[in-house]
């Protein structure tokens, strides 16, 4: 900021500084951003717009740090199963829906396709990973519990990367 001649609330120093911590050229980046939006609107910055501003750079920054393996195993320690148990050919219930979970999170998070998540997976058909995205997708709209279950395992995956 003092190189830029640009002054900021720590609040929102804080908010970026915790947010973009790869490097320096992230961090830098997310700066220039919101110097060139306040300064082209001629506003004065607030953490609700650096939050809107930034939020696509936060979730590229995050999801460049996340893989397969994060997810697979962030599922697996919510549900409490062995990976090879979530990874394997059981069809039992209590493993099929973390699969289908997992196969989501790899569709939504990362935006893996479907041929890869099924080769993720065990093998899988490219069809099993669709279906599951779909299901998923559809009964988190339905059920607060689904919802609140994968709320709670990206909470798993981006605080432990």
């Known amino acids: 900021c003092k190189?830029?001649?640009?002054?900021?609330d720590p609040e929102i120093t804080y908010f970026v500084a915790n947010n973009v911590q790869n490097n320096i050229r992230e961090l830098e980046g997310a700066l220039n951003r919101?110097?060139?939006?306040h300064e082209f609107n001629n506003s004065k910055p607030t953490i609700d717009t650096t939050k809107n501003i930034l939020n696509s750079v936060?979730?590229?920054?995050?999801?460049?740090?996340?893989?397969?393996?994060?997810?697979?195993?962030?599922v697996s320690s919510?549900?409490?199963?062995?990976v090879k148990d979530l990874l394997g050919e059981c069809r039992k219930k209590e493993l099929v829906f973390p699969r289908?979970?997992?196969?989501?999170?790899?569709?939504?998070?990362?935006?893996t396709s479907y041929p890869s998540i099924g080769s993720e997976l065990g093998g899988r058909d490219h069809t099993t990973a669709m279906h599951a995205y779909n299901k998923i997708d559809r009964e988190q709209g339905e059920s607060d519990k689904i919802k609140q279950d994968i709320e709670s395992i990206?909470?798993?995956?981006?605080?432990?990367?």
């Open 3 to 8: 190189e830029k001649n640009y002054s900021l």
């Open 34 to 37: 919101l110097i060139a939006y």
């Open 58 to 74: 936060l979730t590229s920054i995050k999801s460049k740090s996340i893989t397969c393996k994060n997810i697979v195993d962030a």
């Open 78 to 82: 919510y549900y409490s199963i062995a």
């Open 100 to 111: 289908q979970i997992t196969m989501y999170l790899l569709r939504k998070e990362l935006n």
């Open 154 to 161: 990206k909470h798993l995956l981006y605080n432990n990367c």
